[in-house]
T-cell receptor, first 111, second 113 residues
């Protein structure tokens, strides 16, 4: 059974640029949740996708958007990057409301 | 709205000593409770969870937690820590009718030799 994978591992972007982060869910899982973990903080919920539809959203601006594909993998897109977007981005997959399994994260640095 | 408070940002403890990491939550509805561990440069791993039933929950790596509804607490304990327990520990809550998990700010467990 393949676990949750994320790519890239880390990347550096400039303020104002756009970034796409990717997540492959665990086999058999149809739900992907995205979290932002700033340095020294706990993860904060960004949004969740269930069967290709957004299924809940946290307190993040519209420049944070996402997609889920038919194979249940997912992308997180962030437009107009700001310095405060620097963080570890975690995705977690699950089967509907069951336990969420986390990937290793993508560390984004915005300069 | 739900919230989670982890009362200690750092906890130093000697190897083989017991440890308790404190967690309090607030919620107006019934919740599920979780403890996750994050090792350096890694994602989150579930240690244990409370869904219903017995208030004493046993997890992996010798950890356990007790759900106390009257005190809205879910403290994590281990009778004897090992150097490999050095990590960040996060308490989390999830509304039974919702999918998003609300995390505390974390407690860094520092094992002293």
């Amino acid at each position: 059974e393949t676990g949750v994978t994320q790519s890239p591992t880390h990347l550096i972007k400039t303020r104002g640029q756009q970034v796409t982060l990717r997540c492959s869910s665990q086999s058999g899982h149809n739900t992907v949740s995205w979290y932002q973990q700033a340095l020294g903080q706990g993860p904060q919920f960004i949004f969740q996708y269930y069967r290709e539809e957004e299924n809940g959203r946290g307190n993040f601006p519209p420049r944070f958007s996402g997609l889920q594909f038919p194979n249940y993998s997912s992308e997180l897109n962030v437009n107009a990057l700001e310095l405060d977007d620097s963080a570890l981005y975690l995705c977690a997959s699950s089967l509907a409301n069951d336990e969420q399994y986390f990937g290793p994260g993508t560390r984004l640095t915005v300069t | 709205a739900q919230s989670v408070t982890q009362l200690d940002s750092q906890v130093p403890v000697f190897e083989e000593a017991p440890v308790e990491l404190r967690c309090n939550y607030s919620s107006s509805v019934s919740v599920y409770l979780f403890w996750y561990v994050q090792y350096p440069n890694q994602g989150l791993q579930l240690l244990l969870k409370y869904l219903s039933g017995s208030t004493l929950v046993k997890g992996i790596n010798g950890f356990e937690a007790e759900f106390n509804k009257s005190q809205t607490s879910f403290h994590l304990r281990k009778p004897s820590v090992h150097i490999s327990d050095t990590a960040e520990y996060f308490c989390a809550v999830r509304d039974r009718l919702d999918d998003k998990i609300i995390f505390g700010k974390g407690t860094r467990l520092h094992i002293l030799p």
